[in-house]
């Protein structure tokens, strides 16, 4: 059975097209980090590869062997901690992409952050989609659909997923789960209807960690600019070795500074950081609605200008600088 949550369209399309024996040789999986791509990939591979009942079964050999990352015809590929998906990696799927399956039905070839993809990587796989081979279906995933070739976009069938009802989600943690409600109702706001961020935030130390992302951002108002700098070469390193994790910084900086504009606007029932009201309220106070607007658009270029390959320690630099600042209060 499927896994996935709350994207009752594509997985009636998915059937339909299974049943119907009518699966296309790539599929384009668009939405946010989270909401479950990677989850429906791995299904999707699983039914194509499916020794069962209705497909996907979840209990034949291969379903298990998909599931457990072991089976010799599904192959993943992404950024893992690096900054993008290169011109070798294409070259290794071209050439498994040409060999007939060994212990499946189909070759299943997932790419992960697939906006990633270099230019002669793209180019790459743009051939290998104008010219698929039999008995392959490729899934790309991607959470910025518009960085893609467009000629790569036209030649996959395209499912978007979208964040799950609020609602939905905090009645999954609780009944589900068995999460407490007041946990429950922050993580459904801190996952933006993005199941899979609220399911990991359980099994790790996120939740910790945005603590610490938080603090440090906090701080930075009555920061000298000296340790802002030092701060924005920290991220812009990171950057050069996992992209991602600066993307989540950013995410956090913006639910931040939006949350400091509900605020200041009267809709603090709105805000996402809901555990972190108090310091919200007293932040907002020194500041004006006008430096708040202003910063949030800063936010908007900066993650704008990563996604191009502008020099991060720049962009960061710069945004330090837009930074309002205030004096540190003597105690």
């Known amino acids: 059975m499927w896994q996935v949550i709350g994207q009752d369209k594509v997985l009636a399309l998915l059937d339909r097209s299974l049943e119907e024996n009518n699966i296309v040789h790539a599929y384009l999986l668009v939405g946010p980090h989270h909401v479950g791509k990677r989850t429906l990939a791995l299904n999707l591979a699983q039914a194509l590869n499916c020794d069962g009942g209705k497909p996907p079964c979840g209990q034949c050999y ?3 062997r998909i599931l457990e990352h072991k089976h010799a015809d599904v192959t993943f590929t992404g950024l893992n901690s690096r900054t993008e998906i290169g011109i070798d990696d294409m070259r290794e799927l071209h050439h498994l992409a040409n060999l007939p399956p060994y212990e499946g039905k189909c070759k299943v070839f997932i790419i992960d952050d697939a906006e990633y993809l ?3 990587a793209a180019n790459s796989l743009l051939k290998i989609l104008e010219e698929p081979p039999p008995k392959v279906v490729w ?3 991607t959470a910025e659909e518009s960085r893609l070739l467009p000629t790569i976009i036209s030649r996959c069938q395209r499912l978007e997923l979208k ?3 609020l609602e939905q989600v905090e009645q999954i943690l609780i009944n589900l789960y068995n999460v407490d409600a007041s946990k429950a109702k922050l993580l459904t706001r801190l996952c933006h209807g993005c199941l899979g961020w609220a399911l990991s935030s359980l099994a790790n130390d996120i939740l910790e960690q ?3 992302r938080i603090t440090k ?3 930075l108002l009555t920061a000298k600019i000296e340790q802002s700098f030092a701060y924005a070469q920290e991220l812009a390193s990171q950057f050069s070795q996992n992209r991602r ?12 500074w939006r949350d400091l504009m509900l605020i200041k606007l009267g809709c603090k029932e709105a805000i996402t950081n809901i555990d972190y009201e108090m310091a ?3 932040q907002a106070k020194s500041l004006s609605l006008n430096e708040i607007k202003e910063f949030l658009a800063n936010l908007y270029l900066v993650q704008e200008e990563i996604s191009k390959n502008v020099n991060p320690r720049l962009v960061l630099e710069s945004l330090m600088l837009n930074l309002p600042r205030r004096e540190n209060p003597k105690h």
């Open 62 to 64: 291969s379903c298990r």
């Open 210 to 212: 945005r603590s610490q």
């Open 139 to 141: 899934l790309l995933l």
């Open 245 to 256: 994790s600066v993307a989540e910084v950013m995410e956090i900086w913006f639910d931040w």
């Open 217 to 219: 951002l906090s701080s």
């Open 163 to 165: 964040p799950v009802p």
């Open 118 to 120: 270099s230019t002669e």
């Open 280 to 282: 919200l309220e007293k």
